[in-house]
């Protein structure tokens, strides 16, 4: 019977060095969403202008970043 030999390589995973964290947000209640941006706070600030004319309170909000896995060491 063959044998087999395993090796364990410590890996970790960070921010894609050449890329930038994205944040959006939409309604729940209708089609509205904001400006992606990577400003999250500005995304923020039109979200609450929405509640503002439209009494709208509800939004789901995604952050997207490119992730990097590498050995570590």
Do not use: K, N
Not at 33 to 41: L, M, R, V
Not at 45 to 63: A, L, N, P, Q, S
């Amino acid at each position: 019977m063959p044998r087999a030999v395993l090796r364990y390589v410590t890996h970790r995973i960070t921010q894609h060095p050449d890329t930038d964290v994205t944040f959006e947000a939409e309604c729940l209640r209708c089609d509205w969403s904001a400006t992606p941006s990577e400003d999250g706070a500005a995304v923020d600030i039109e979200c609450m202008g929405h509640t503002g004319r439209t009494d709208h309170e509800g939004f789901r909000r995604v952050c997207t970043s490119f992730a990097l896995v590498v050995r570590a060491g």
